[in-house]
């Protein structure tokens, strides 16, 4: 026992005669219990101490993580990558059968819980955002938007129903999602954004008119939430994948250089981690492709079929 | 609930809410209600979850006044319409959220100043009501309860009521300094101050230890409006105390050549950069370089010195924001301190009677060298009684000393409050609840005197029988726990 804890009781026993006026406050004692525990879990688990001092205690440390769209694709090899890294993980997906399929890993890895839910129900999407949280432990580290659809357009076909139901899910639903993040975020000045968006929204192609706008939105947009949440060291990620080997990507022609999810997963995550990365091209070298797929000029572009 | 705030509830969303000092804090869903009616109605809810709430204006206190672990909180700022002003009385009418900054760039063009301002302009009215706030002309004009005249307070059990000194004086007066605990305040009616200038007359008197700094309180005391002294908390022996002291007056009609322009809101900006080259708004990344011991050993040294040159220039005149709102002249400026991982400051503010004050202040400046823990920085007081329940105020002084918090000096940290907590209470002194976030249920009961104490939780035990009001300041000094401090 130090000397000043020493004192510190001597002291307090000195003053046997103020514990008699201890105020009797006991109505709903159950709350008040429960409210003092989460006190003290307040003081020494505050952002403070689930943060790293040093570099080791990051991974010891319980993390947290969302991954909006995660019944198939990059979104469910994440999930499984992230449990692997120990991160408890709440997958999150249309189809509740899907979810039912991503065991955690066997070994030390943290837990997945799921939850169906479909992104274009917004209004729902405050109140399962809390709910969530609070299941994986107050906190939140890491949220990854990785729902999209991008259901075939023929070459002739203006369907305003089918553009409109990309522009709700890609993009509606990642507003949705992010915003009820970055307040968490913000107010943390913790935490990491990923939007899953695509090569496809480099340029307003032939072939997919209304994902290639949703992938832009989603770029244009967490580019602004990057700048916003800037100051309270929020990392804002968009990432940039080409062709991944995935349910979206079956049955395509002309693919080249295609990656397992497992492998974009991968490479997501290291960027994610490192704060170096705003947008991140999976693989890298589509960061070439994209750059002179860029500068390429409208009236040359018009007349290509890339 | 739901971000749209769609009828059903105030607006929500789930956030980390933490004390300005950033060394506590809780996850908790914000409620923002935009009426009295949504208040009520946020209780209502509450209760049947079984949730308590914390209320919450701008979370400008320091320590945990405004944060609720495992509850919800009730943040008041969405209400924030200045719903009338008398140019004739100079009595605003405020919804609880207005700030200091709103109100003051309301009134000022007509010629008007709030009669009491913290050190910054972002509290709300209901927040600096509920917490009692005072201002550097404490000793003159008295607390900010001091200058209110009426408000309205939706208690717990959803009921609206409107209280004064004259209707409901109990309510009034346990209410004002009654840190949240009583009701959710949604209209304060407040008093301001003509003023013939948006400038004030300011001067400094450099002091070499603080009996000398004392006496130049006691010496202008009778014609200064302001009175603040600056403590350089490195002097020690028999430097210790030493420090500036600022005077401050205001003008008299006629003694402004052209009132209308310095009453413009324009006239009254803070400098935008720091020694004409370094934009303030990333100032706060400079000063985290002399965030130690030995930077602030530096800078403190170097302000002295430039103290004393002050001293000997004279009267000076200053707009009244530039000579109130110190704090808000490098924004994030508390961001030096750290800003994750439990990195942050505390401020120990103490008040003590006028009689015993400069022993024990002696003492605690001399202990806290002894300890390693010197404050970044110090400012002395004068403050003067105010009739109200909970009231942190005596006829005597106060001294506030910032200290750095990190992960490895808490536990010391605490230890080192703890001791100073016993001389302030072996001389008499009290607390203040919005700085608090060291103290024990001990050393309230032993500070605050045991009839108005009673008297305030018989009526928190009346109107919130089951104590749907709760914050981490509440449970932590009112809990019956035995200690003088609470540890982290």
Redesign the interface.
Known sequence: M?G??KR?RE??ET?VG??Q???R?R??IS??N??????N????N????T???TAQPRTAQPRAAIVVGASSGIGAALVRQLAADGYDVCAIARRADKLSELEPPAGAGGRIVTRAHDVTDT?AI??L??EI??ELG??LDLIVYAAGIMPAVGPEEYDTEKDLSQLEVNLGGCIAWC??AA??FR????GTIVGIGSIAGDRGRKGSPAYATTKAGMATYLEALRNRLA?A?VHVLTVKPGFVDTDMTRGMDGLFWLISADDAARTILKAAHNRFWSTRYVPLRWWAVGTVIRAIPSFLFRRLNI | MGAEGNGRGPRSSYEYVEGWGMAVGAHARVLRPRSAEEVARAFATARGEGTSIGLRGSGCSYGDASVNAGGHVLDVTRMNRVLAFDPETGVADLESGVTIEQLWKHILPLGFWPKVVSGTMFPTVAGATAMNIHGKNNFKVGTFGDCVQEFDIVLPSGELRTCSRTSEPDLFHAAIGGFGMLGCMTRVRLETKRVHSGEIEVRGVSAHDLAEMMQVFEDEKASADYLVGWIDCFGAEENAGRGLVHVARYLAPGDDPQPEKTLRVAHQELPANILGVIPKSEMWRFLRLFNNDLGWRFVCGVKHQLGRLEGMRGWYRQPHAAFNFLLDYVPNWKFAYGRTGGRGLIQYQSFLPKETALDAYREMLALCHARGHVSYLGVLKRHRPDPFWMTHACDGWSLALDFKVTPENRASLWETCDELTRIVLDAGGKFYFAKDLVLGHLAMLRAFPTEQREAFLALKRRLDPDALLQTNLWRRVFAPDECLTARP
Do not use: C, I, K, M
């Open positions: 130090s000043a804890t510190a002291h307090s003053w103020y514990r006026e201890l105020p406050y109505t709903d709350r008040w429960r409210a003092r525990a989460t006190d879990a307040a003081v020494s505050s952002p403070s101490t943060q790293p001092r209004a405050p109140e955002f809390e949280v609070r107050g906190g915003n009820e307040r968490l107010t943390q000045r913790r100051e060291r």
